[in-house]
């Protein structure tokens, strides 16, 4: 048992906040440890906090939380900081989004071909960037030999600007390459006697090594396709990684893209909604069509309500326990996301995002396998060594040992996929870095949306005119 202190900026994320703060009491080897929970919400905080605390004392887990709206008193002194904090919120997302429909960018401008994902902005939210600076800025004086924990996104361009830019140890985390037991399951192999290994950047990953009982699992997956021409039907917009667009793209490339390399995928699948539902399936057309993404809004928004109804009960009742207070509002959301909201505070089990483990990984040698995101160094031919990676690695005390990458990528996903998606990272950096709208303008006459200068001049001047 080692007593460290956690701190989570921007606590009230309604992805991160229950998955976070149940992983922490649920894992021994941190007993005794400090959590601050940090988040310029107060609302937002004060239910992340109540949920929390509330959460503790039923598991008689010796963690103590602590609530602060400053970001300077969270940092100081953490061994480990996890950022899970949007700036400006969905809301802001959702402004930049509308500005550039009305000038003809279906999606918004961010959504870029090889970047679709809807809440994964790299061009026009600056603020998101800039907060991730701030973070490692304040870590090198306040906490300087701490691990940053990046959540929020672009975890790509975050990783790879805050590496270059700081010397701080850091990490990206997401939790996308979880989509390979989809897969598995659909197979209907057995997890065990799977040997998987993916590789890329994050929202870019392939399965490069796909063994069962040691020989190669690839026929399986033809077999399954072959029986299968549409793909799935899928149960929720998120349930992609078997879809048309899945095996379309695997078909080209020779690997098959893993979790959330499906949605960022080619302009070929993003047309128009009609396009969406094509390659990803009715009725939502993926989690990044217009649908899929109001589907996954309103969950965020559900749980939110939830957590702040459920910690109002708590603060009118001592006696309540956390699973009571949930349960006496569960009506308030659809019963498949109650199961889930009640498996994250299933005591035997963890909620599968990687943060936790990893702190127990360096804290206690608890030795574990993870799929991390960090600086390539080699790891990857064919990309540069100072552009952030997403590959299998075993952490351990001593900390982060990336495996070697084999079999390799191929070179059509090195030269055609990757290449082109790492180009648009250092585009989006170098704008933000000159703080030069210019250069976005310039993006966007590369992009099939465009139809003259003065269109995409036009979007770029709204948005910054509003963001400024
Ligand atoms: P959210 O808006 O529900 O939560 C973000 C929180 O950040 C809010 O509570 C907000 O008040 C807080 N915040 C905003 N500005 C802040 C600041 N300056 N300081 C401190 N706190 C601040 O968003 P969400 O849907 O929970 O997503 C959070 C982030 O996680 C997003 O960037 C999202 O893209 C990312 N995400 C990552 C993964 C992954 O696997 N890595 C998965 C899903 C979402």
Same mark, same amino acid.
């Given at each position: 048992?080692? &007593? ?47 949920? /929390? ?20 008193? !969270? ?27 009305? @000038? ?72 996308? @390459? ?25 929202? !870019? ?11 190669? !699992? ?54 128009? #909604? =009609? ?13 990044? &069509? ?17 957590? &702040? ?14 699973? =009571? ?35 127990? /990984? ?66 989006? #950096? ?11 303008? =310039? ?26």
């Amino acid at each position: 048992m080692a &007593s460290v202190k956690i701190s989570i900026i921007g606590a009230g994320s309604a992805i991160f906040s229950v998955r976070l703060t149940s992983d922490i009491c649920k894992t021994k080897g941190l007993l005794g440890s400090v959590v601050t929970l940090m988040d310029v919400d107060k609302s937002r905080l004060d239910a992340a906090y109540a949920l /929390a605390s509330q959460y503790a004392k039923d598991m008689k887990s010796d963690i103590q939380f602590k609530k602060t709206t400053n970001l300077e008193e !969270a940092i100081s002194g953490a061994d480990f900081v996890i950022n899970t904090a949007l700036v400006g919120g969905h809301d802001f997302l959702e402004k930049m989004r509308k500005i550039g429909e009305k @000038h003809g960018y279906y999606r918004g401008i961010d959504t870029q071909e090889f970047n679709m994902v809807s809440d994964y902005y790299t061009m026009t939210n600056w603020n998101q960037l800039s907060f991730f600076l701030k973070i490692a800025k304040m870590m090198e004086n306040l906490s300087p030999n701490a691990w940053l924990l990046q959540a929020a996104n672009p975890v790509f361009e975050g990783t790879t600007l805050i590496s270059r830019t700081s010397k701080i140890k850091m990490v990206g985390f997401c939790h996308g @390459h979880y989509a390979v037991n989809d897969m598995i399951d659909a197979l209907g192999l057995e997890k065990e006697k799977v040997d998987w290994q993916v590789a890329g950047f994050n929202h !870019a990953i392939w399965l490069t090594r796909f063994l069962y009982n040691g020989k190669d !699992a690839y026929p399986i997956l033809d077999e399954w396709i072959k029986k299968h021409s549409d793909g799935t039907t899928p149960k929720t917009p998120f349930n992609d990684q078997l879809s048309p667009a899945a095996i379309d793209t695997y078909n080209f490339y020779g690997r098959m893209p893993i979790g959330d390399t499906v949605r960022n995928s080619s302009w070929k699948y993003h047309y128009d #909604l =009609e396009t969406k539902k094509r390659w990803y399936g009715e009725p939502w057309g993926g989690a990044d &069509s217009e649908i899929g993404w109001k589907w996954y809004e309103n969950r965020l928004a559900e749980i939110t309500t939830l957590t &702040s109804k459920a910690s109002e009960l708590l603060r009118k009742n001592e006696d309540v326990k956390l699973s =009571e207070a949930l349960s006496a509002n569960f009506s308030i959301i659809p019963a498949d996301f109650a199961k889930e909201i009640k498996d994250f505070y299933d005591p035997s089990t963890l909620s599968g995002e990687q943060h936790i483990p990893f702190i127990d /990984a360096i804290v206690n040698d608890h030795t574990g396998r993870f799929v991390v995101n960090i600086l390539n160094n080699g790891v990857i031919a064919g990309i540069p060594d100072n552009v952030a990676v997403e590959i299998p690695a075993i952490v351990d005390k001593s900390g982060i040992h990336p495996e070697k990458v084999e079999p390799t990528l191929p070179e059509r996903i090195v030269k055609w996929y990757l290449n082109p998606r790492m180009i648009r990272m250092e585009w989006a #950096l170098e704008a933000f870095e000159e703080k030069n709208p210019d250069l976005i303008v =310039e993006m966007l006459l590369r992009d099939r949306r465009t139809s003259s200068y003065e269109q995409a001049k036009a979007v770029v001047d709204e948005i910054f005119k509003e963001n400024s």
